[in-house]
């Protein structure tokens, strides 16, 4: 059997895939239906998998089309790249990077993740943010090549995830200076005490939770957020205290905009860095993911 693949066919389901529908994508393509229809059939039987299934007269990717979709996407995106190498418009040898991460994690540690990808060769790197759920869902789709997150993943042998603690900090509590007061009879002092919190879907909550729980300490939360740097930032503006990781407060504290109330003893949030298993690796991430520690 032939193992040459037809580039044309690849690039038809690409634009049928961005498309949505054979219909648009004849007419974007200057192609007949019936034409294209049989392309794409070509293509599935060359591949030996089905990379769509028709749901309410709508192509929805199959898994198997997603991966193809993504391997197509950099194919094509190279090819591009190779005609701008030829005619000196833009420097090779760069590798492309997605790195995905949660909006909890401290933007300081994905800034030193981006230092570090561009220290293990020159790249470009694409951030991108969202849910564990969703940013793992791209990772076994092979459309994200790392994530940063603090759920750690159950990874066995036959798991298509490879995970990494980077680091693991005890939480302390800060807050605006008017709040000084509060280092007296710490941490019981926190009660009825404006605070702000992660979102209760967070690993970091339920630690938090369960430490006020068995403290007996009922703080008023005034606010919930996944993102690190607004939590940063209600702090300073005094709406409340906020637990925090000490290296996402330091710069802060040495500007005197926050101050350090106590430690939860006990209280700690772990950082992870996780990949999917792939037949074709990204140098870049793999030199993160051995690496790559704090």
């Given at each position: 059997?032939?193992?040459?693949?037809?580039?044309?066919?690849?690039?038809?389901?690409?634009?049928?895939?961005?498309?949505?529908?054979?219909?648009?994508?004849?007419?974007?393509?200057?192609?007949?239906?019936?034409?294209?229809?049989?392309?794409?059939?070509?293509?599935?039987?060359?591949?030996?998998?089905?990379?769509?299934?028709?749901?309410?007269?709508?192509?929805?990717?199959?898994?198997?089309?997603?991966?193809?979709?993504?391997y197509a996407d950099e194919i094509f995106r190279t090819g591009s790249e190779l005609v701008e190498v030829l005619q000196d418009?833009?420097?090779?040898?760069?590798?492309?990077?997605?790195?995905?991460?949660?909006?909890?994690?401290?933007?300081?540690?994905?800034?030193?993740?981006?230092?570090?990808?561009?220290?293990?060769?020159?790249?470009?790197?694409?951030?991108?943010?969202?849910?564990?759920?969703d940013l793992t869902r791209e990772l076994l789709a092979h459309r994200v090549d790392l994530i940063l997150t603090n759920h750690p993943h159950q990874v066995s042998g036959e798991s298509q995830l490879r995970s990494k603690k980077?680091?693991?900090?005890?939480?302390?509590?800060?807050?605006?200076?008017?709040?000084?007061?509060?280092?007296?009879?710490?941490?019981g002092s926190l009660s009825g005490v404006p605070t702000i919190l992660p979102t209760a879907h967070s690993r970091l909550r339920f630690e938090l939770d369960h430490y006020f729980e068995t403290q007996k300490i009922h703080p008023l939360v005034v606010a919930e957020t996944q993102d690190t740097a607004l939590q940063?930032?209600?702090?300073?503006?005094?709406?409340?205290?906020?637990?925090?990781?000490?290296?996402?407060?330091?710069?802060?504290?040495?500007?005197k905009e926050l101050i350090e109330l106590g430690k939860l003893k006990g209280v700690t949030e772990s950082i992870y860095l996780i990949s999917g298993k792939r037949k074709i690796e990204n140098p870049v991430s793999e030199a993160l993911l051995r690496d790559f520690r704090i």
């Open positions: 059997m032939d193992s040459w693949l037809n580039y044309h066919h690849l690039y038809y389901f690409k634009v049928i895939a961005q498309e949505g529908s054979i219909a648009r994508a004849s007419d974007k393509l200057r192609l007949g239906q019936p034409t294209l229809s049989a392309q794409l059939k070509t293509l599935e039987s060359k591949l030996g998998v089905p990379l769509f299934e028709r749901k309410h007269r709508k192509l929805i990717l199959t898994e198997s089309g997603r991966m193809a979709l993504k418009r833009r420097q090779p040898d760069r590798i492309h990077v997605e790195l995905g991460a949660l909006d909890s994690i401290p933007k300081h540690l994905i800034s030193r993740l981006v230092k570090a990808a561009h220290e293990v060769a020159e790249c470009t790197v694409t951030l991108l943010e969202g849910t564990t759920q980077i680091i693991e900090y005890p939480i302390q509590v800060y807050a605006h200076p008017k709040f000084k007061h509060l280092r007296d009879g710490f941490p940063k930032i209600l702090g300073v503006d005094g709406l409340g205290v906020v637990p925090l990781p000490e290296l996402a407060a330091a710069s802060l504290v040495k500007s």
